[in-house]
């Protein structure tokens, strides 16, 4: 839908993100600049965006300044040059880039000492998704620097989640869901791995795909309440006996002759919790363990 109110917009970065994301600022209306250091890709971005060879001259009276890199130290060698600081003042900043809280700190002190106003941003889609209902983005900053934008943001993502006015929230809640999608993506490969290894179909685990994200799922519920609570005593399945499970996921893939790297880091991770005398408590007991390392 055409906004309301079209903005004169810069995308920095014309990579796989960048390039989504400015197309889907220009679908929805806006005016949209882009730049990227090798700029044939920004000239190939299309969708009515208006390609910059010069970075100072894209961004130069961009009421919005959205920058997706690879990194955040692409942005700080790209903002070292004092025409690109200088340009950039009194715009809004939109750090896309995926990074961690100590990098969305670091781009707040370089905005608050450039007369720059910044929201930290992680994005939670592939770049298929830019636009749709299945993208999410999480927002940290100035809630008034958000709501001003918030209209505009819509164009991306269905979902814009303001997190919190500390600016490294936004990153802190995408580390926090990576690492549940990267953890759970290696757990769910080399569960398949231990059935071929066996000559299991990987198919039958797949199968059952609904069991074991309900048990997840349930399992992640219960955490929360006892995390809150700081009692994780229950009725259901001891520590001690979860462990010995573990274990035959050790042996499984050791006789297999299949990597047993991840069964043994969680073996380890777990066996540590009993080690502290929580053998008799709940699974998520091992929360208390982590703060330890
Ligand atoms: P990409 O296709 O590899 O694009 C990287 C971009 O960074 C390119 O525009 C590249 O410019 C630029 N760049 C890298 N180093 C630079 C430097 N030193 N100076 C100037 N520009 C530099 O990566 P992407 O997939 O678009 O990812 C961009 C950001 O989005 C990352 O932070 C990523 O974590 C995040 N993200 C991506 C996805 C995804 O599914 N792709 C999902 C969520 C978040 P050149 O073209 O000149 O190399």
């Given at each position: 839908m055409p906004s309301s109110r079209p903005t004169k917009i810069a995308v920095i970065g014309s990579g796989l993100m960048g390039s989504a994301l400015a197309r889907a600022f220009a679908a929805a209306g806006h005016e949209v600049a882009v730049w990227n250091r090798t700029p044939a890709k920004a000239r190939a971005v299309g969708g009515g965006t208006l390609a910059f060879e010069n970075l100072g001259e894209a961004v130069s009276g961009r009421e919005l300044v959205v920058v997706s890199l690879s990194n955040y130290a692409a942005f700080s060698e790209l903002v070292s040059s004092t025409s690109v600081a200088a340009a950039l003042a009194g715009t809004t900043l939109v750090q896309i880039t995926s990074g961690s809280p100590a990098d969305a700190r670091g781009g707040l002190e370089w905005a608050k000492a450039h007369g720059v106003d910044y929201l930290d941003a992680a994005i939670l889609a592939y770049p298929a998704f830019v636009?749709?209902?299945?993208a999410t983005v999480f927002y940290a900053g100035s809630k008034a620097t958000f709501d001003r934008h918030a209209e505009t943001l819509q164009a991306i993502a269905r979902n814009s989640v303001f997190v919190?006015?500390?600016?490294g929230s936004a990153a802190t809640l995408d580390c926090a869901i990576l690492e549940a999608y990267y953890g759970g993506t290696l757990a769910v490969l080399h569960a398949a791995a231990m059935c071929k290894a066996e000559g299991l179909d990987p198919k039958a685990f797949f199968a059952q795909k609904n069991s074991f994200l309900g048990l997840i799922s349930v399992t992640a519920d219960a955490a929360q309440g006892m995390i809150d609570r700081n009692d994780f005593s229950?009725?259901?399945?001891?520590l001690n006996t979860h462990v010995a499970a573990i274990e035959h996921i050790v042996r499984l893939s050791t006789d297999a002759r299949i990597s047993a790297r991840f069964p043994k880091e969680l073996l380890e991770n777990y066996r540590r919790a009993l080690g502290a005398g929580l053998g008799e408590k709940e699974l998520p007991a091992v929360f208390s363990t982590l703060k330890q390392d």
């Open positions: 636009a749709t209902d299945y919190d006015e500390k600016i229950g009725d259901q399945c001891s």
